[in-house]
């Protein structure tokens, strides 16, 4: 997984100082082309690390499996 596009969990800052969390599914089509489906989680956090912690206690997350961009 070196490519950050392909990490399924991303961690972004948003305008308030919120830290959230978009879970991305990688599906390939039949021409090997990959589809990809982002979904914004409802929860907030205060730090990147509380958001590491949720993806690995709701979506068994591994290290490296993040990004920030």
Same mark, same amino acid.
Do not use: C, H, W
């Given at each position: 997984?070196? %490519?950050?596009?392909? &990490?399924? =969990?991303?961690? *972004?800052? %948003? +305008?308030d100082? $919120?830290?959230?969390?978009? /879970?991305?599914?990688? &599906? #390939? $089509?039949?021409?090997? #082309?990959?589809? /990809?489906?982002?979904?914004l989680?409802?929860?907030?956090?205060?730090?990147? $690390?509380?958001? &590491? +912690? =949720?993806a690995v +206690? $709701?979506f *068994? +997350?591994?290290?490296g499996?993040y990004?920030?961009?």
């Amino acid at each position: 997984m070196s %490519d950050p596009s392909s &990490r399924p =969990f991303l961690i *972004n800052k %948003d +305008a308030d100082g $919120n830290f959230r969390l978009t /879970v991305r599914t990688t &599906r #390939y $089509n039949s021409q090997g #082309y990959p589809l /990809v489906t982002s979904s914004l989680q409802e929860e907030f956090f205060k730090t990147a $690390n509380a958001a &590491r +912690a =949720f993806a690995v +206690a $709701n979506f *068994n +997350a591994k290290p490296g499996e993040y990004t920030t961009k």
